[in-house]
């Protein structure tokens, strides 16, 4: 229960205080992405981060910048891409949507602009566990993220104090942080240790009573992993819900970040996905006119309106 309203605080703290990219609830395994959900990912720029977000707000599909398709000559998607046609097909009008492809006359497609690489330097990846107590499967999830080594940084955080035996039981390259979601006081209790990113990692599948299934990942697909979650992170934020349809919920602010869905019923941030009929408090109304984009605009190096370079088109019938 309590930790929703403790990642969001997280998330608007740090978005107040670093200069990075952040965003929630982001895949970071590779031979089984489902099986690795990050509760915070927070991208620091890198020297491209303007041209990045020049080209578009949205996240660009990781299939659209592996294509063959570059600025210069016009391509069929159909032959650019190493996948299906009707994959290929769909990618592409999604990549024109954004504003990342643009259409030619006779329907092949190209770049707007280059994409650019070096966009994002360092990847934080965080777990958050406000009650250390009632741990579940933490430690299992913070050694998934060390043996993969996505993130250039994995931390803990929590609202517990914590102790030296909960130091001794985390796995040591964990950083720690204490955080106070009504405050937004941040104690390091611990630096993480910076992961081997560039190299190959090992991913845990599944555990059993007796063995965990593993699977050896390449330095090249941990390199494409990590672009997806930066972009994924970029597109997506941390603001990914709407608000309820209740007369009681209102967008309330942290530390300067806006949008934090507060419920003047309960008295605090709630989950609107847990939001319904079947609250006491439930006044059904329309839900509240918020602006997530605006929330987010200026707070991040994020930017809601790129100029001049998105062109939203449609349609690729010529190649149909
Ligand atoms: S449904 Fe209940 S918890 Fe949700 S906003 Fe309304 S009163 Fe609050």
């Not at 992961?195 to 390199?223: F, I, M, N, Q, Y």
């Not at 605009?297 to 001049?308: F, I, L, M």
Request: proline residues 8%; aromatic residues 6%; glycine residues 10%.
């Amino acid at each position: 229960m309590r930790e929703f309203p403790f990642e969001l605080a997280l998330c608007a703290h740090l978005e107040a205080t670093e200069d990075w990219v952040v965003g929630r609830q982001i895949g970071g395994g590779v031979r089984a992405p489902a099986n690795r959900i990050l509760d915070v990912v927070c991208v620091e720029p890198g020297p491209e981060m303007d041209t990045r977000a020049e080209l578009t707000p949205e996240t660009v599909p990781d299939a659209a910048v592996e294509s063959d398709v570059g600025v210069g000559r016009a391509r069929d998607p159909r032959t650019a891409f190493d996948c299906s046609p009707e994959h290929a097909r769909a990618v592409a009008e999604r990549a024109v949507e954004i504003g990342f492809f643009e259409r030619e006359v006779g329907g092949g497609v190209r770049q707007v602009a280059r994409y650019p690489d070096d966009w994002f330097g360092r990847i934080v990846g965080i777990e958050n566990k406000p009650d250390l107590d009632s741990p579940g499967d933490l430690l299992t999830q913070l050694r998934k993220d060390v043996s993969i080594a996505l993130a250039d940084e994995v931390i803990l955080a929590t609202e517990s104090y914590v102790t030296g035996a909960h130091l001794n039981r985390i796995p040591e390259a964990v950083g720690v942080w204490r955080f106070d979601p009504e405050t937004g006081d941040r104690e390091v209790v611990r630096e993480a240790e910076p992961l081997a990113t560039s190299g190959p990692g090992v991913e845990l599948l599944e555990k059993h009573p007796l063995r965990t299934d593993v699977a050896p990942v390449s330095a090249d697909e941990k390199a494409r992993q990590r672009r997806r979650m930066a972009e994924r992170a970029y597109g997506k934020g941390w603001r990914t819900y709407d608000f309820p349809a209740c007369g009681e919920i209102e967008s309330a602010e942290r530390e300067g970040s806006d949008g934090l869905p507060y419920c003047a019923w309960k008295g605090r941030v709630v989950n609107p996905t847990e939001c319904g009929p079947n609250c006491p408090g439930h006044d059904p109304a329309d839900p509240p006119d918020v602006d997530v984009a605006d929330a987010r605009d200026g707070r991040t190096p994020w930017v809601a309106e790129p100029e001049g370079k998105a062109r939203r088109q449609s349609g690729l019938d010529r190649f149909g």
